[in-house]
T-cell receptor, first 110, second 115 residues
Framework: TQLLEQSPQFLSIQEGENLTVYCNSS?????LQWYRQEPGEGPVLLVT?????EVKKLKRLTFQFGDARKDSSLHITAAQPGDTGLYLC??????????FGTGTRLTVIP | GAGVSQTPSNKVTEKGKYVELRCDPISGHTALYWYRQSLGQGPEFLIY????????DSGLPNDRFFAVRPEGSVSTLKIQRTERGDSAVYLC?????????????FGEGSRLTVL
């Protein structure tokens, strides 16, 4: 099992602040995805990154895949209460299965 | 339906009983995944099907857990002799072709409580 560690585990910030969530592993992944999950629902895909060093932007969210394809980060600018949720990174394994990280629970306070 | 459907949404059972959880994936999706999620944690991989066959079952915790997908569509996760530690939300997901860049579409999960 390829372990993906996320930090921080919990994050509580005020509306308008910026934040960064990290996803780290000792394994190399062919691709890495970020999902967001709300209570009582399944995770929903935000982005897929494939190339080492790749940066993708989705409105106020910026995703980066490490050069060695072992780590990734998610940066949110000017966080809003609607950003509240459980953020999960997920790496693709050799058999095209998908391993999820430990999760970061974000709370944005109005 | 338009999305992944899981039944039952909630299941309460007693220790030692047998449980079946069903997943109906999005029509046409060849890949199907089962995960287990404990409160506040990331989903734990259990098994991945490509068509009717299990491409990777390395996440099944022990031989009490078994999953089938006989016709390449609906899948059933079977848990024998349930234990209290099996209590969790069991998530099913499907994707169009199982490629590593593909999007997984998740159901809302089946919450299993073993008393």
């Amino acid at each position: 099992t390829q372990l993906l560690e996320q930090s921080p585990q919990f994050l509580s910030i005020q509306e308008g602040e910026n934040l960064t969530v990290y996803c780290n592993s000792s394994s190399v992944f062919s691709s890495l995805q970020w999902y967001r999950q709300e209570p009582g629902e399944g995770p929903v895909l935000l982005v897929t990154v494939v190339t080492g060093g790749e940066v993708k932007k989705l409105k106020r969210l910026t995703f980066q895949f490490g050069d060695a394809r072992k780590d990734s980060s998610l940066h949110i600018t000017a966080a809003q209460p609607g950003d509240t949720g459980l953020y999960l990174c997920a790496g693709a394994g050799g058999a095209n299965n998908l391993f999820f990280g430990t999760g970061t629970r974000l709370t944005v306070i109005p | 339906g338009a999305g992944v459907s899981q039944t039952p949404s909630n299941k309460v059972t007693e220790k030692g009983k047998y449980v079946e959880l069903r997943c109906d994936p999005i029509s046409g999706h060849t890949a199907l995944y089962w995960y287990r999620q404990s409160l506040g944690q990331g989903p734990e991989f259990l098994i991945y099907f490509q068509g009717t066959g299990a491409a990777d079952d390395s996440g099944l915790p022990n031989d009490r857990f078994f999953a089938v997908r006989p016709e390449g569509s609906v899948s059933t996760l079977k848990i024998q002799r349930t234990e209290r530690g099996d209590s969790a939300v069991y998530l099913c997901a499907s994707s169009l072709d199982g490629l590593y860049t593909g999007e997984l579409f998740f159901g809302e999960g089946s919450r299993l409580t073993v008393l």
